[in-house]
């Protein structure tokens, strides 16, 4: 493991973390207590995959978690619900009915219940994309949900889904 701090001057703080397994971690640390986690591809460390920004007490929270047991009442703040909610990705494919059309065409988070909060592209990740943005094959999307909406996200998608009108335009 290393650990390197680079000054950014008018911005912060940046913080990497490689593991012995070659993966980089950084945390941007904003003069105004923002905080950003980036995660960085394997194969190509100057990559960066996905980005997550955090507020001051959820970086806080994030550390508090990352150093209990698990099983301590130190990680029962702020109000902490036992939630069942899984990340996957989600390939857009060449067969998909939202390739090339945008993610609020989808109506995903409505339909399923379950939300888009990155697409990983060839050419970078883009963290929080808009309903507006613009699906291509290839992409991968990066769900949370509970379990079922995801995999029903995943049928959306995919365009397995029996019971969406995914190949007909609908209103949003």
Do not use: K, N, W
């Not at 390739?99 to 697409?119: F, N, Y």
Request: charged share 30%.
């Amino acid at each position: 493991m290393t650990m390197r701090r680079t000054p950014l001057p008018g911005v912060g703080v940046q913080y990497d973390l490689s593991t012995r397994e070659g993966r980089r971690i950084s945390v941007v640390v904003h003069q105004d207590g923002r905080r950003f986690l980036g995660f960085y591809r394997p194969d190509d460390p100057d990559a960066c995959q996905a980005t997550v920004p955090l507020e001051p007490e959820e970086a806080t929270a994030l550390a508090e978690l990352i150093r209990s047991d698990g099983d301590s009442a130190a990680h029962l703040r702020h109000g902490e619900l036992e939630l069942d909610l899984v990340s996957e990705r989600v390939l857009v494919s060449q067969q998909s009915p939202y390739r090339g059309r945008t993610i609020g065409d989808s109506q995903a988070r409505r339909r399923t219940g379950a939300s888009i909060v990155a697409v990983l592209r060839r050419t970078g990740a883009v963290p929080s994309p808009t309903p507006e943005f613009r699906l291509e094959a290839g992409d991968e999307l990066l769900a949370v949900g509970t379990r079922e909406g995801v995999r029903m996200l995943t049928a959306l998608i995919g365009g397995t889904d029996a019971g969406t009108d995914a190949g007909t335009d609908s209103e949003d």
